[in-house]
């Protein structure tokens, strides 16, 4: 598709036609390329940060679970700081919630 494209400057004209699609062919691949490359980027460390809170939730998992195991073996204060670090806990997952379904057991279909 060509635009024409008339510029007049005192006693001058110029009439000038444009191909449109051949400039879009130049023009609008290197901005995808550039948005395709930023989006990745964030994707990329969107994917990195969602990873480390993954390890930072099973870490915390893990030493909960340890220190279920040994409950018994605690004082009366590190029981209290125990059950209050697993409200904190619970409360926080609560908070979340369920948001990619994981946490319960799939609908059944039929």
């Known amino acids: 598709m060509t635009s024409p494209i008339t510029i007049q400057h005192a ?3 110029v009439n000038v036609s444009i ?3 051949a400039l879009a062919g130049h ?3 290197p901005i995808l390329t550039a948005l395709e490359a930023h989006m990745a980027t964030e994707a990329e460390l969107l994917t990195a940060l ?3 809170v993954d ?3 099973d870490d915390v998992r893990a ?3 340890t220190l279920a195991a ?3 073996k605690l004082g009366p204060d590190g029981q209290a700081a125990f059950d209050t670090l697993n409200a904190k806990v619970d409360a926080f997952d609560a908070e979340i919630g369920d948001a990619d379904g994981s946490d319960g057991t ?3 279909e039929g």
Request: charged share 35%; hydrophobic share 45%; no cysteine.
């Open 11 to 13: 006693d001058i004209t």
């Open 19 to 21: 191909d449109v699609a």
């Open 27 to 29: 023009v609008v691949p």
């Open 50 to 52: 969602t990873d480390k």
């Open 55 to 57: 390890d930072l939730v």
């Open 63 to 65: 030493a909960l679970a």
């Open 70 to 72: 040994d409950r018994d």
């Open 106 to 108: 799939p609908p059944v």
